[in-house]
């Protein structure tokens, strides 16, 4: 403990005999890591040279102080997944939207306060695809402990991150995929807590283990953190009753199945009540598409009862099929919101419409994209057939508050260009029914007025191929409305809209050729960017942003940029 942790410590304590909030102080150190994971050993960047990195655990109402130094020789930022930033919009972090990158032997100090919420999130890299190895938990526990949980506290709470892991250096497999104009190479492993575990070669030791007893009760706060997988999770012999989805309380849902999209997390109760042995945990896959190559391996971590007798062999739990639509589509839609006395409900008025398609395209290629096919163009992801491309003399967030001309246009459409069957897969094979698959690039924002509601129809395409996306919206939480397959139908669509109990996320997965209608008040100020978590779809242009306006009042007002903001 430096001199100064331990002054801060000491006043720390102090202070806390006086107030409730708490001043939540560390260092990330950014840097170079050498790891062998599947008998091959390599240099990778992570945090503090642990892979997962930290876990912060804070309370509501803490003021969190991260002070990230960047030894690596890489750009850098950091993002705190789902936390508000209410006011503190120069440490969201998304490269070029909220902040030039860190630079290599840099540093910057993000500070903001974690005001109401509460449950499971997490941080990671916001840059290139560091955030393969760059991650970790961030648990925000209630501002009076955990006893005043919704629901009987358990016995024991279990962080779960699943991960996805690249043998080749993953700065590397996005400049290739770059240059190529395409998809990157699919991953090599799943990890559970950063091990792949005993299906893969060579990592029959690298495996995650839970000691468990019978009779308690278990919370695992589960935490999808690859790269472009959405996934499947289970535990053989046991279900799960969900409490929580990206850190907003939902009413209880027993499934024995978790589906969860890279962005999202799962607050899930399993009660250790089965016959004392041996049980695999285990998550792979789910891939809606038949189109595309990705990774079906198997990762799996071990349930271990005490007292089971060590030559007992694990039990393995049968998995979902990778294309298994309808288990994912019963777990994504059956979850609703817990209403929570003088906690916010759905705006019921909306000041703000959009219409917005979103999926593949093809868009010329640059002259830095050596290994683009001329004929064809390079693949793009859009939203309203706009492939949004991040800025590079400065942020979008510094552009808004100093008014800097150039760097970003107001008026991303509210609707798509044309309006046609976006689901219909053969489209594709006759481009004279693909009306929007040439796409344009462009920097395009939705400006909207502080506190307004806004009400988003998604609508994914099957242009090229119809994937799943899980969208993420940075600054806000929304509600999800309704979701479907198919082509969005307003007159169907609205009567089924849920504005009672709907469940609350920060990022949702779009059904591929199917739709979505979320709101949120805007009642953050500053520059919020929204985008596909398959990182290698934000890399395609899967993202728009919102710039929201100032408040009448001081205390809505964005504050100017810290002193140690980092320059471009
Ligand atoms: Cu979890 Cu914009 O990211």
Redesign the pocket.
């Given at each position: 403990m430096t001199h100064y942790m331990f002054m801060l410590a000491f006043a720390l304590a102090f202070l806390g005999s006086l107030v409730d909030a708490a001043i939540v102080e560390r260092t990330f150190h950014v840097g170079n890591m050498t790891i062998t994971k599947l008998c091959q050993t390599r240099v990778i960047t992570a945090v503090n040279q642990q892979m997962p990195g930290p876990t912060l655990e804070v309370s509501e109402g803490d003021k969190v102080i991260i002070h990230v130094l960047n030894h690596s020789p890489y750009n850098m930022t950091i993002?705190w997944?789902?936390v508000f930033q209410k006011l503190s919009g120069w440490a969201d972090?998304?490269n070029m939207i909220t902040q030039c990158p860190i630079q290599p032997g840099n540093k910057y100090t993000y500070k903001f306060n974690i005001i109401g919420q509460e449950g499971t999130l997490?941080w990671?890299a916001?840059v290139s695809f560091h955030?393969a190895t760059v991650y970790g938990v961030l648990i925000i526990l209630p501002r009076e402990g955990p006893h005043t949980y919704p629901f009987p506290k358990p016995h024991h709470e279990v962080p779960i991150l699943l991960g996805e892991w690249w043998n080749a250096n993953v700065v590397d497999l996005a400049d290739e995929a770059y240059v190529k104009g395409g998809a990157p190479n699919k991953s090599d492993v799943f990890t559970i807590n950063g091990k792949p575990g005993d299906f893969y070669n060579c990592s029959e030791k690298d495996m995650y283990k839970l000691k468990v007893e019978y009779g308690k009760k278990y919370m695992f706060r589960i935490i999808n953190a690859a790269l472009n997988s959405e996934l499947f999770f289970k535990v053989a012999g046991h279900n799960f009753t969900v409490m929580a989805v990206d850190a907003s309380y939902t009413n209880p849902y027993k499934t024995d199945v978790i589906v969860i999209a890279?962005?999202q997390t799962v607050d899930a109760l399993m009660a250790a009540d089965a016959a004392p042995d041996k049980y695999y945990m285990a998550a792979l896959r789910y891939e809606a598409s038949g189109g595309v190559s990705f990774d079906n391996t198997t990762t799996r971590g071990i349930v271990e009862y005490y007292n089971t007798s060590p030559t007992s062999q694990p039990v393995m739990p049968t998995m979902p099929a990778y294309k298994d639509t309808l288990t994912a589509n019963r777990f994504y839609t059956n979850l609703t919101g817990l209403l929570r006395p003088g906690k916010p409900t759905v705006p019921l008025t909306v000041n703000h419409r959009m219409f917005v398609t979103f999926g593949f395209g093809r868009v010329k290629c640059e002259s830095d994209q050596l290994l683009c096919n001329q004929t064809t163009g390079a693949l793009a992801a859009s939203m309203n057939n706009v492939s949004f491309q991040f800025p590079s003399s400065a942020s979008l967030l510094a552009a808004h508050y100093k008014n800097l001309k150039g760097i970003y246009m107001r008026g991303f459409p509210d609707k798509p260009p044309v309006f046609f069957d976006f689901t219909n897969e053969s489209m594709n094979t006759d481009p004279a029914l693909t009306p929007l698959v040439h796409t344009l690039k462009g920097t395009k924002v939705t400006k909207v007025k502080y506190n307004s509601t806004v009400e988003m129809v998604l609508q994914n395409t099957a242009i090229v191929v119809a994937e799943n996306h899980p969208l993420?919206l940075?600054g806000f939480n929304f509600y999800v409305l309704a979701q479907g397959l198919g082509n969005y139908n307003k007159s169907e669509a609205v009567e089924k809209y849920n504005l009672v109990d709907p469940q609350m996320r920060n990022?949702i997965a779009v059904p591929g050729g199917g739709w979505a209608v979320i709101r949120f008040k805007a009642n953050n100020p500053g520059v919020w960017?929204m985008?596909c978590?398959l990182d290698a779809h934000?890399q395609f242009g899967l993202a728009t942003a919102f710039e929201v306006e100032n408040g009448p009042t001081p205390d809505t007002i964005l504050p100017p940029p810290p002193p140690d903001y980092p320059k471009c």
């Open positions: 993002h997944h789902g972090g998304p997490w990671h916001h955030r890279p962005g993420h940075h990022t960017i985008h978590h934000l």
